[in-house]
């Protein structure tokens, strides 16, 4: 199969598929494809399942609302609300730093993973994601440009208010509450607003984000398997709802992948294609250096360099565990993934030549480690 043929068969089989939220049945179904497609390669294929949840939202309704709570009884209760918010402080540090404590609780679904392997030690891991997200008013283009803002103001005003409930334990002024009050108010802002995104929004068609991911690692299969390259690529289920795929793949795999170059693809269809030297949400990690360096080596003109923040990617929780790990996504103006979780990210939408452009990178990179086999 070439090139344009298999590319386009994905593409194609990206329409007809449509929406795929996390840990649903069109979830599965795309899984399934996948892991067909890996199969007619020749690849050895597993499928993977776990459980997971179908959202991020109740978890985090569980950080917004109890800290927003913590705040306005404040003048009442200032002992609970200095106990709830700390201990909701610490949980929300572990759940953005790819530790989820909370949103384990809601794991009421089974999504998956689909593994290719060719050959058990592979030289390169190939990441991307199946699932797609559910659009939002967060995300509307008129108001999504800087989610690393809007990050930055949920973890302060937490901080916010655990600090001035802490405070009003010892000295007992109703200046505390005045100060937490606005901080509350911006919390149940955002869990209102993502209530409306459970109730009212569709979930996004998912071309870009991550369909572009998933037929870009594809295509690499098949070249590197009639290169005769080791290598293994994992479509991961239930990212959009926390990383939930990448979480099962460390705990299944995690000793083999160690020391091994693992490649995130994520919405790689429009944009200019750059590879994130950080990403994360509360605390930020670094891409593998020596993975950045080989990339750098490579000049070429389509590719940037610059950090990733707002969201995790499939490779933070990599990261955040010491595997040596990087994305490579595609960034537009505003430094932010195009059409992302909106209602246009559609195969028509997406620019080819991205794609191939992604595929001569990813490539290049790989032959230039052949010609260094110290790195390998």
């Known amino acids: 199969m070439s090139q344009e043929s298999l590319l386009d068969h994905v593409l194609t089989r990206l329409q007809s598929f449509g929406p795929r939220p996390s840990a649903s049945h069109k979830e599965r179904e795309f899984l399934l494809f996948v892991q067909e497609t890996l199969d007619h390669l020749g690849l050895q294929t597993e499928q993977e399942g776990f459980r997971a949840p179908a959202t991020y939202t109740w978890a985090y309704l569980v950080f917004w609302l109890g800290l927003a709570q913590a705040g306005l009884v404040l003048p009442r209760i200032p002992l609970l609300s200095a106990i709830s918010s700390l201990v909701l402080l610490v949980l929300e540090y572990f759940e953005l730093s790819t530790f989820p404590?909370?949103?384990?609780?809601?794991r009421f679904h089974t999504s998956g993973n689909v593994l290719g392997k060719n050959g058990e030690d592979p030289e390169v891991v190939?990441?991307?994601?199946?699932?797609?997200?559910t659009t939002s008013i967060f995300f509307h283009p008129r108001f999504?440009?800087?989610?690393?803002?809007?990050?930055?103001l949920f973890i302060i005003a937490s901080l916010a208010i655990t600090g001035v409930s802490v405070l009003a334990v010892f000295f007992p002024l109703k200046l505390w509450f005045w100060i937490a009050l606005p901080f509350a108010l911006y919390l149940l802002f955002l869990a209102f607003g993502h209530l409306h995104r459970e109730v009212a929004m569709p979930p996004s068609p998912g071309a870009n984000d991550n369909g572009s991911g998933v037929a870009v690692a594809l295509e690499l299969s098949r070249i590197l398997k009639d290169q005769g390259i080791p290598f293994w690529v994992v479509v991961t289920g239930a990212e959009e709802s926390g990383n939930w795929g990448a979480l099962h793949f460390i705990a299944k795999h995690g000793p083999k992948l160690r020391g091994k170059p693992i490649i995130n693809l994520d919405n790689i269809g429009s944009g200019r294609l750059t590879l994130a030297t950080?990403?994360?949400?509360?605390?930020?990690y670094e891409a593998s250096p020596d993975l950045v360096a080989e990339f750098r080596k490579l000049s070429l003109p389509f590719l940037a360099f610059r950090p990733y923040l707002g969201l995790s990617t499939d490779a933070t929780p990599l990261l955040a565990r010491g595997f040596t790990?990087?994305?490579?996504?595609?960034?537009?103006?505003?430094?932010?993934?195009?059409?992302?979780?909106?209602?246009?990210?559609?195969?028509?939408?997406l620019a080819r030549d991205n794609?191939?452009?992604a595929v001569q990178l990813v490539l290049s990179w790989i032959a230039r480690r052949h010609e260094s086999p110290a790195k390998r």
């Open 101 to 106: 404590l909370v949103s384990w609780l809601f």
């Open 126 to 133: 190939l990441l991307a994601h199946a699932d797609s997200a």
């Open 144 to 152: 999504v440009t800087s989610p690393r803002v809007s990050l930055l």
């Open 278 to 284: 950080q990403e994360g949400m509360w605390r930020i």
């Open 325 to 349: 790990a990087a994305t490579i996504i595609a960034l537009g103006e505003q430094g932010l993934p195009v059409n992302w979780h909106w209602h246009t990210d559609t195969v028509e939408n």
């Open 355 to 357: 794609l191939e452009k």
